[in-house]
């Protein structure tokens, strides 16, 4: 199983990270040892700013290289809301030198998704959400990507084979910011909890 991310997908994220609006979706990937199935996130003993991305998550059915626009169509089975956790300060550092990021986005148990549910037809429509205690810290909807999910489907798919399993992140709205020791975050797609995970 490997966990294959798009940078930059909204573009109120991408102003808020002082960056220019992509042309094309910038994938990365996390591996399999990134995946924090139980929820619990140790805070990485190399950062000092540990930060969210909530994001809608799509798990790949079919698979496939090179797929088609017809051939996204059962591409994905299940939606959910998960986290792209980031070592902010070590990706402005990598950034700052033009390095990759994998430090700073692909280490243990840097990401979390919730429990998999069926995909509505209108899911571009339904809010999903991170709450931390009763404060929301981000609200998006799949209708505002720059890239659309058989757009990041297709093109992913020139680069990586999917395989059945795989999971798709699809970038983070605006509003992304820092975690400390003791939080508790919970994700919500529509009136839906996914899940929770906390920070120790
Ligand atoms: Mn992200």
Redesign the pocket.
């Known amino acids: 199983m490997k966990i294959v991310?798009?940078?930059r997908?909204y573009s109120l994220h991408a102003v808020e990270m002082g960056a220019s609006l992509p042309e094309r979706p910038i994938f990365f990937l996390k591996p399999a040892t990134a995946w924090a199935a139980a929820g619990e996130i140790p805070y990485p003993s190399f950062s000092q700013n540990l930060e969210y991305?909530a994001?809608l998550v799509f798990r790949i059915a079919k698979g496939g290289w090179n797929l088609s626009a017809e051939d996204v169509l059962d591409a994905v089975d299940a939606i959910t809301v998960g986290i792209?956790f980031?070592a902010r300060d070590l990706q402005a550092f990598l950034k700052s030198k033009g390095l990759p990021w994998e430090m700073a986005?692909a280490f243990d148990k840097a990401a979390w998704w919730g429990a998999w549910l069926p995909i509505p037809p209108d899911w571009e429509n339904i809010p999903f959400k991170l709450l931390r205690h009763t404060e929301i810290l981000q609200e998006g909807r799949g209708k505002e990507m720059i890239f659309p999910l058989s757009r990041l489907l297709s093109e992913a798919s020139q680069y990586f084979s999917l395989e059945p399993g795989d999971v798709l992140?699809t970038?983070?709205p605006k509003g992304?910011g820092p975690v400390q020791r003791g939080d508790t975050l919970r994700a919500f797609f529509g009136e839906t909890c996914v899940g929770e995970v906390w920070i120790t």
């Open positions: 991310c798009v940078a997908n991305e994001e792209d980031t986005k992140f970038g983070t992304v």
